[in-house]
């Protein structure tokens, strides 16, 4: 099983451009996340995606959208990308519906520069 | 306010000897998940040990064991026997009940403890 597809793998962005970030999950989770990761530091939740056609903002969703077609894909837009949005990026998917919960997958992350 | 506190930016720990990280959590949920993971220096995510709320025994999972103290919230990580290959970021995260609120699906991770095993 692939698990969590990332892709790109590596990007790098003019200030002001924009681009989408793919993530996919063969999974059959319901849960898929976007997070960043600034160097040194934790995980930062961007948007959450509870299932297909629903989405949430996270700690911090400003300059990014988000939008699920369908179960199995998560996508991650930047509109007008910013220096500050620099970072290394993670999907991750869960199933979902339980209480005593199963983790997270995590795909291989997007190192993202913004010059 | 941060939901997942880990005090412990960085660890010293000698190969063979065990170590504990520390991890403190915020919430008002009575129904909620923990979970740690391990970071190497390759970048992927880990899935370590997972301890739910209600769990009346702390979880063990290999030489990994959580020591849940629930009325001081806190969900520290013990390490036994460390290895080189242990050498690691590794994180804390929370997942708070999906049953009982609609969008209750967020999972809140902490800001990480760089563990360095000593040969």
């Known amino acids: 099983n692939a698990g969590v597809t990332q892709t790109p793998k590596f990007q790098v962005l003019k200030t002001g451009q924009s681009m989408t970030l793919q993530c996919a999950q063969d999974?059959?989770?319901?849960?898929m996340y976007w997070y960043r990761q600034d160097p040194g530091m934790g995980l930062r939740l961007i948007y959450y995606?509870?299932?297909?056609?629903?989405?949430d903002k996270g700690e911090v969703p400003n300059g990014y959208n988000v939008s699920r077609l369908n179960k199995r894909e998560f996508s991650l837009r930047l509109e007008s990308a910013a220096p500050s949005q620099t970072s290394v990026y993670f999907c991750?998917?869960?199933?979902?519906?339980?209480?005593?919960?199963?983790?997270?997958?995590f795909g291989q992350g997007t190192r993202l520069t913004v010059v | 306010a941060q939901k997942i506190t880990q005090t412990q930016p960085g660890m010293f720990v000698q190969e063979k000897e065990a170590v504990t990280l520390d991890c403190t959590y915020d919430?008002?949920?009575?129904?909620?998940?923990l979970f740690w993971y391990k970071q190497p220096s390759s970048g992927e995510m880990i899935f370590l040990i997972y301890?739910?709320?209600?769990?009346?025994q702390n979880a063990t999972e290999g030489r990994y064991s959580l020591n849940f103290q629930k009325a001081r919230k806190s969900a520290n990580l013990v390490i036994s026997a460390s290895q080189l290959g242990d050498s690691a970021m590794y994180f804390c995260?929370?997942?708070?009940?999906?049953?009982?609120?609609?969008?209750?699906?967020?999972?809140?991770f902490g800001g990480g403890t760089r563990v360095l095993v000593k040969p």
């Open positions: 999974m059959n989770h319901n849960s």
């Open positions: 995260a929370m997942r708070e009940s999906p049953l009982i609120k609609a969008a209750g699906n967020k999972l809140t």
């Open positions: 995606s509870a299932s297909e056609g629903t989405t």
């Open positions: 301890q739910g709320s209600y769990d009346e």
């Open positions: 919430t008002s949920d009575q129904s909620y998940g």
């Open positions: 991750a998917s869960r199933r979902d519906g339980e209480i005593w919960g199963t983790e997270a997958f």
